[in-house]
């Protein structure tokens, strides 16, 4: 008997694949790998966030000042106002009418206040990402501002991670990006200040380098420029990294230089900008000095602030007796960070930037209460408490981590907004 030919309908449809279907499959492989990677450091940042977080708002209802104070220093309707005061006012402000800079003169001023403070003074990619963020998704600029802090910080507990990660493991990771939620000064991080997006772009700009993602690095220190003048210690240290790199290889220099050109580009373009538009060069330098008291004095101003908060004296720029006294306490123990930072030998761009962010803000007068704020970029600080801690059992971590997340709720917000200046 002969066999009978299959006809066409007879034979299983070949589906070829589209090109479109493997596209998402392949997307959909990397989100899964990004989520099974950044998600326990994410998560743990974000729920010990969100426990500070919500001791900082319980503490200001129970108080009530934030009634009494005017809406721009620290006072509002509600407490939800306080997280748009100090700083965030001057955000909005310009997040809804531009800049305008100007060096105008204040009659009879006190030294260190002859010049009219200005919007000027603050750099433009926080708020341009505000009101990107507003017209875009419709919420006001408060909402946006918020929006852009909370994810900024996300990415920047997946930054930490990602450096300590190289350094010390997945679970030194973890708990480093933790430790960061609960930080003093970590009460600005979510809030209308633009803290959290700088430490996502310096974290993932270390990292760059560590992998040796040059143009990667340098790309993103430019962005870091347009946030905060404090990117000057991060810019020195991928520059330095990349002169040790072309040290050390001799060939393929095209990369580490371009980082170093990049680098700092947007902090002087933004500097140079303002200095065009009030007609003086060292507009910015002027403004910051002259409107703010704010400049690098060589560490007088916190020599004088400590001295005062050891002797109980108060005649000293901006003294806050709690903010000054937590202040002091986390001065007196950088020596001892620096020293198990430094014991474990981390990649150049990290202790470069580390010490540099030090010098800056300890180098600097400004309001000495703000040393916990100031120093919230120097995250890797914090890896060799990581690494100490790691041995710990996860029990205990929660245990260490959970109160110290219902304590920051205190000295790390409602401190810093509320009994001094943020």
């Known amino acids: ?18 090109p479109g279907d493997a ?18 450091a994410v998560w743990c940042y974000a729920v010990l966030k969100l426990i500070g ?14 009634v009494k104070k005017h809406p721009r220093f620290g006072g509002g309707a509600n407490p939800w106002d306080v997280l748009a005061s100090w700083d965030g006012w001057w955000y909005q402000q310009i997040a809804q009418f531009g800049y305008h800079p100007a060096l105008v003169p204040v009659p009879g001023g006190l030294p260190g206040f002859t010049v009219e403070q200005n919007s000027a003074a603050f750099f433009p990619l926080y708020p341009g ?14 909402g946006a501002g918020m929006l852009v802090s909370v994810v900024a910080s996300l990415f920047a ?18 708990i480093a990006a933790g430790l960061w939620a609960i930080a003093p000064g970590s009460g600005a991080e979510w809030a209308l200040y633009s803290d959290s997006l700088f430490v996502a772009l310096a974290a993932w700009a270390c990292y760059c380098v560590m992998t040796r993602q ?15 003048p404090t990117s000057a210690a991060l810019i020195g240290a991928v520059g330095l990294a990349a002169l040790v790199e072309l040290y050390r290889r001799g060939s393929g220099v095209a ?11 947007g902090l002087l373009g933004y500097v140079g900008w303002v200095g065009w538009r009030t007609g003086e060069w060292g507009g910015y330098f002027k403004l910051q000095h002259d409107a703010w008291l704010h400049y690098f004095d060589f560490g007088h101003g916190t020599f004088e ?32 960070l620096i020293v198990l930072l430094v014991r474990l030998r981390p990649p150049l761009v990290l202790t470069a930037y580390t010490l540099a962010t030090i010098v800056s803000v300890l180098g600097s007068l400004g309001i000495f209460g703000n040393t916990s704020r100031y120093l919230l970029p120097a995250f890797p600080l914090l890896i060799a408490l990581a690494v100490a801690m790691r041995r710990l059992s996860w029990p205990v971590l929660a245990t260490v981590l959970g109160t110290g997340a219902i304590a920051s709720g205190w000295y790390a917000g409602y401190v810093i907004f509320e009994l001094g200046i943020p």
């Open 214 to 228: 040059w143009i990667a690095a340098g790309v993103i220190t430019l962005v870091a420029g347009l946030n905060r």
């Open 157 to 174: 507990a997946a930054g930490i991670y990602a450096v300590v990660d190289q350094l010390a493991g997945p679970r030194a990771g973890v």
């Open 255 to 265: 990369r580490p230089v371009a980082a170093m050109l990049l680098a700092p580009l």
């Open 305 to 336: 602030a400590i001295r005062g908060v050891l002797l109980g004296r108060s005649d000293y720029p901006f003294a806050w007796p709690v903010t000054d006294l937590l202040a002091t306490l986390i001065v007196l123990t950088l020596p001892v």
């Open 23 to 40: 596209a998402r499959a392949d997307w959909r492989e990397r989100g899964r790998a990004l989520v099974l990677r950044f998600g326990p």
């Open 1 to 18: 008997m002969s066999a009978i030919p299959a006809v066409a309908s007879d034979v299983p449809e070949q589906r070829s694949e589209e």
């Open 53 to 66: 977080f919500t001791v900082f708002m319980k503490l200001l209802s129970f108080s009530g000042d934030y």
């Open 129 to 142: 990402l505000m009101r990107l963020v507003s017209d875009g998704t419709g919420l006001g600029l408060y």
